[in-house]
Structures are given as structure tokens and as C-alpha cells.
């Protein structure tokens, strides 16, 4: 069992589905447009809070774990162990593709490229790739990051993540769960890649793709280089 399969049980203690990320992301939807994508959806929130107002949501996820509770949480959405370099298994094509949660730094450029090559067959002439990740021009001139501790009041567990071995190609994203007398009951360690934003959106372009805009949180507010905590991209298909 993966560190990853392990968090999935307590996964929603720490990031539970935020009102304002789903309006966000069903703001881009505009009438007539029903079909929504998660990638590297976790448990599975965001799919089914789509499902449950009326939309056509599928999730993939390739963490077993994550999936299976996906599963569990709603019947409405549909939910596949996949990884994102294995989107061609998809056929339907979507008004809304989205990934959040920063997991789209889990893959390497050459995975990342070969990911936005299969996409675009992925979406609707008219649809729209909306992704999030840290804000990785930040981080990177910070030559690393600090993040709050997440505390669950209900059971006292605690979420501690790090950056470790950091440099600007590749870093290593330390997770720990301590219970609340601070004692460690699960760790797990993973490979990121970190993403400057022109380096993205050169990268997009090179696939076909056209920004058409680019925020520094889910309330829309202008990504700035030296201080957002997010980048949040809009991308559509280059007609």
C-alpha cells in the first residue's frame, strides 16, 4: 500500500471541498456546457459536488485508495484509476477539463508535454483546461517554501509538509501526519517538478494552446510573480 493509499483514509480531514474553488471552476461553464474532467481528482469532492448539480463529472486519480473512496462518496460521477499520461484511455470530450491541488507538479516536463499533446483531444472546440499549482516563479527565487501546519480539531491529527533537496528542476514534497501528541503515524515522500509560469505557458502555446487568463487565487486576483500563493491558468484551444 502506497503512503498516498494510506493519507486517502484521513485525505478529507485536511482538504475538504471549498465553496469558493467549486464557484471558481463553475464559472467557466456557460449554458449548454455539461461535461467536466477532474485530473488527479483525490477523493473525488469536486466531481461529485458537479455531478450532484446535473453535470456529466468524471474524475481519474491513479492512486487506488483515492479512488475507491471517490467511489463510495457518489454514484452520480464517474471515477477511473488513471494517471494523467493515460487521459487517451478517455474518449468522451469535455467543456471543462481542471486539475487543483498542485497535481500537476508531479510530472516530469517530458510527461507534462506528452500530457498536454493528448488534452487537446480531450476537449471541446470550445472548452476550456483550467490547472493550479503553487506559484513556482515565488518558491523558486525564495529558493524554497514554508507551509502552515493543518490541524484537524476533531481528531487532533496534524498535516506537515516540506520541501526537501530543493532546486529549480526537481524537489522532494515531504508529507507527515502526527496524531496530537505529536507523534508521526504516517510519512511519504514525492517527487515534484517545479514550473516557472512562462515556461508553462510556453509550453501550452507549443501544444496548441492560448492563455486567456492567469490568477493568483481562487478569487480571481491577478497572479503577481513576487507574492501570489497560487497560479492559477485559463487556457483554451488556439482555433
Known amino acids: 500500500m502506497s503512503a498516498y493509499t494510506e493519507f486517502s483514509q484521513i485525505y ?14 463553475k464559472s467557466f461553464l456557460t449554458s449548454g456546457q455539461t461535461s467536466v474532467l477532474d485530473i488527479g481528482c ?16 468524471v474524475g481519474i486519480d491513479p492512486d487506488t485508495g483515492m479512488i475507491e473512496i471517490a467511489k463510495k462518496k457518489t454514484t452520480s460521477a464517474v471515477f477511473y484509476l488513471l494517471s494523467a499520461q493515460q487521459i487517451e484511455a478517455l474518449n ?26 493528448k488534452l487537446r483531444h480531450l476537449l471541446k472546440p470550445d472548452g476550456l483546461w483550467i490547472f493550479q499549482v503553487v506559484n513556482w516563479d515565488r518558491i523558486i527565487a525564495q529558493g524554497g517554501n514554508t507551509f502552515p501546519i ?3 480539531d ?3 491529527l496534524s498535516l506537515h509538509r516540506q520541501y526537501v533537496h530543493f532546486s529549480e528542476k526537481k524537489l522532494l514534497f515531504k508529507i507527515e501526519i502526527k496524531d496530537k501528541n505529536d507523534k508521526s503515524v504516517l510519512q511519504s515522500t514525492q517527487p515534484l517538478y517545479p514550473l516557472p509560469s512562462e ?16 490568477y493568483g487565487d481562487y478569487n480571481s486576483a491577478p497572479f503577481k510573480k513576487a507574492d501570489s500563493g497560487a497560479s492559477i491558468y485559463i487556457f483554451s484551444q488556439d482555433s
Do not use: W
Open 12 to 25: 478529507d480531514l485536511f482538504f475538504p471541498l471549498k465553496e469558493n474553488v467549486y464557484r471558481f471552476l
Open 42 to 57: 483525490g477523493t473525488g469532492h469536486y466531481c461529485a459536488r458537479f455531478a450532484d448539480e446535473g453535470y456529466t463529472a
Open 92 to 117: 468522451p470530450q469535455f467543456d471543462l477539463v481542471f486539475s487543483i491541488g498542485n497535481s500537476m507538479s508531479h510530472l516530469s516536463r517530458d510527461d507534462f508535454n506528452f500530457f498536454l499533446a
Open 150 to 152: 493543518i490541524t484537524n
Open 154 to 156: 476533531e481528531t487532533g
Open 199 to 214: 515556461e508553462c505557458i510556453r509550453l501550452h502555446q507549443e501544444n496548441g494552446f492560448i492563455l486567456k487568463a492567469h
